[in-house]
């Protein structure tokens, strides 16, 4: 029956009878020892393989709705964000659906009636060394069939889709959760972009501000409809024009893990590079206290700042970004009746408090990460306004479109966010400069059947503050290579400085001894 769950799975698995043997231990020994275990605790054989069923089908809703939303399946990492879910619940129930809710309710409703009301404990008619014997051999051969599967242990390719295809889903998340705990081992050519060892302490005086915005879900969407009005990513456009470096920026995620792509551009470090740790950089491998630009600014005198208008708990940004070089973490606590866009505080409400971080900065430079919330999802929980769609259209959009046209909405907050933190930069004495670049696309499946997919790809640009008026060089980047090219351009980095070559972060002297939990 598990396996007739599993089929339900999208993207479509291998018939199991093509799958390894060893895919199909591994599912049998999983099953068994948790079947063991909700029989212990149940004593009610129908109740628990029932109840068992009901959440492995829960769990493959959710990996279904994930990977409609994502294109990407349930992974093992993803148990984290149960707990999220209930403490950010906007952010995830929401894409589950209301079908697929009012289903994993009903499958949980049904297996409870069935194991109080239709069954009794099997210790009402064994005597409990009887039970107890009964549950230690379905221990045993789960415990048999998990150590047949260990001696030719399935391979993951750490592709999420193809890795569950291939094994099925109890198989994936178990060997998924084996890769997390065994020790990380860089790759033999491995580098560490941002090793400061290798750059000493410049003069505080001459070194510019700089701020970078990760700007949530931003890419220039008039590549997916030409009806989009040509002026709505106006500033964006003319800091583009003159910006020194600008083009498409290859991001680390699809649609959401803003975190991946935010730790690829504080790292420099590849998703490839870091094996099962590219889904979540943030869980075990960034507490080990990896070399960021962050870090680098740091050594060479900067105040180093992040402003997210979101809890800085979230991810446990506020417990890991001081081992990865920020001085300050600035959160939703400093933004007690800043003017919110929809859910969320709104980009100009960061811009102005980024403003005026630049106004107060000391004689100490300052580098501020911004991480935005404003366009954040779910859309399609957003209503239209009046005048929305002339506003924002030169020719009205299609049928269904109408997540469209609210990120539109809040694309042009982002736009003007840009010419204000412009200015803000401008009206300091100081040198400065702007990196912009979106996280990933938004999620607007809806949208996207309608239009036509995105490639993935989002927007940057470098502005130097007093640079060339001139068109900027166009050129293409991946987003573990914007934050070099970012010191590049600004003058705190030459073009072969900052990489120090290293079989590991320990022999890069940037891995920590401390625990994930301090």
């Known amino acids: 029956l598990s396996l007739l769950v599993e089929s339900l799975l999208r993207p479509k698995l291998r018939p199991f009878w093509r799958r390894r043997a060893a895919a199909l231990a591994m599912h049998g020994g999983l099953w068994l020892l948790l079947l063991t275990v909700l029989l212990l605790v149940l004593q009610r054989p129908v109740f628990a393989a029932t109840a068992l069923l009901a959440g492995l089908l829960f769990v493959v809703l959710v990996s279904n709705a994930k990977y409609q939303a994502l294109r990407e399946p349930f992974i093992f990492q993803d148990f984290e964000y149960f707990s999220d879910a209930l403490k950010h619940p906007r952010l995830y129930l ?107 302490p410049a003069a505080i005086s001459t070194q510019p501000h700089l701020v970078v915005v990760q700007s949530e879900s931003f890419f220039d969407a008039r590549r997916l409809y030409p009806g989009i009005r040509s002026d709505l990513l106006r500033e964006f456009d003319a800091l583009q024009a003159a910006a020194a470096c600008r083009g498409q920026v290859e991001v680390a995620a699809w649609g959401a893990n803003t975190v991946r792509t935010e730790f690829a551009f504080l790292s420099g470090l590849a998703g490839e590079s870091l094996g099962i740790h590219r889904f979540n950089p943030y869980r075990r491998l960034a507490a080990q206290g990896i070399a960021t630009l962050a870090s680098f600014l740091q050594h060479r005198g900067y105040r180093t700042v992040c402003v997210h208008p979101y809890s800085a708990s979230f991810y446990s940004r506020d417990r890991l970004f001081p081992r990865l070089g920020f001085d300050q973490f600035i959160d939703i606590r400093d933004f007690a009746g800043a003017a919110r866009s929809g859910p969320y505080v709104g980009d100009l409400a960061v811009a102005e408090k980024v403003c005026c971080l630049l106004h107060d900065a000391s004689e100490q430079p300052l580098f501020v990460l911004v991480i935005t919330m404003e366009n954040h999802g779910p859309l399609h929980l957003e209503k239209l306004r009046s005048g929305d769609v002339e506003r924002l259209y030169s020719q009205p959009p299609p049928g269904g479109c109408d997540d469209l046209t609210i990120y539109l909405r809040h694309l042009g907050n982002a736009d003007r966010m840009a010419g204000r933190l412009r200015a803000g930069l401008e009206a300091v004495p100081r040198a400065g400069g ?28 470098i502005w130097r503050k007093g640079g060339s008026q001139g068109p900027g060089v166009p050129l293409d980047l991946k987003i573990e290579d914007l934050g070099r090219r970012f010191l590049q351009e600004m003058g705190l980095l030459g073009s072969g400085d900052g990489v120090a070559p290293s079989s590991n972060l320990a022999v890069a002297g940037r891995v920590r001894a401390a625990s994930p939990d301090g």
């Open 94 to 200: 929401p894409f589950l659906g209301t079908v697929r809710a009012v289903l994993a309710v009903a499958a949980f409703a049904a297996a409870l009636v069935a194991g109080l009301a239709l069954e009794e404990s099997l210790l009402a008619s064994l005597p409990a060394d009887d039970f107890l014997t009964g549950s230690a051999v379905l221990a045993t051969a789960g415990i048999l069939l998990m150590t047949l599967a260990a001696r030719a242990k399935p391979a993951v390719t750490l592709d999420a889709a193809s890795d569950l295809r291939q094994l099925g889903l109890l198989t994936a998340l178990w060997r998924y959760g084996e890769e997390e705990l065994a020790p990380w081992r860089a790759p033999r050519d491995f580098a560490v972009p941002f090793d400061e060892a290798t750059n000493g």
């Open 434 to 461: 702007l990196c912009w670049f979106g996280d990933h696309v938004p999620i607007m499946p809806g949208v996207y059947r309608a239009l036509g997919e995105p490639g993935g790809q989002t927007d940057y640009f």
